[in-house]
Nanobody, 125 residues
């Protein structure tokens, strides 16, 4: 299993970006997918997760109402639409696949066993 994240870049505060993460292999649709981020000098933190059928999602309080996670199982891809970006959203963003098929809890990095390489998001003030 390989995860390839893309879509990062430099954006002004208030702007939007859409991250994508494509998985190789045939088992994408069976698993919870998540997004994490690592701000400069800080530990990796949970951003959002989505269950296999797109029926349930979970978000960190810091991004609720601004970010939307979605997936397209036919394309083996998970997305993170990021709106109303703030300078504190600056981080390397990682997609990940959860070990189990249960959405909750979805915020623990140790519950994910496959990780993408990360894509840099920089929000200027």
């Amino acid at each position: 299993v390989q995860l390839q994240a893309s879509g990062g870049g430099l954006v002004q505060a208030g702007g939007s970006l859409r991250l994508s993460c494509a998985q190789s292999g045939r088992t994408f649709s069976s698993y919870v997918m998540g997004w994490f981020r690592q701000p400069p000098g800080k530990e990796r933190e949970f951003v959002a997760a989505i269950d296999w059928a797109s029926t349930s999602t979970n978000y960190a309080d810091s991004v609720k109402g601004r970010f939307i996670i979605s997936r397209d199982n036919a394309k083996n891809t998970v997305y993170l639409q990021m709106n109303s970006l703030k300078p504190e959203d600056t981080a390397v963003y990682y997609c990940a696949r959860k070990i189990t098929r249960m959405l909750l809890p979805g915020h623990l990095p140790d519950d994910y066993n496959y990780w993408g390489q990360g894509t840099q998001v920089t929000v200027s003030s």
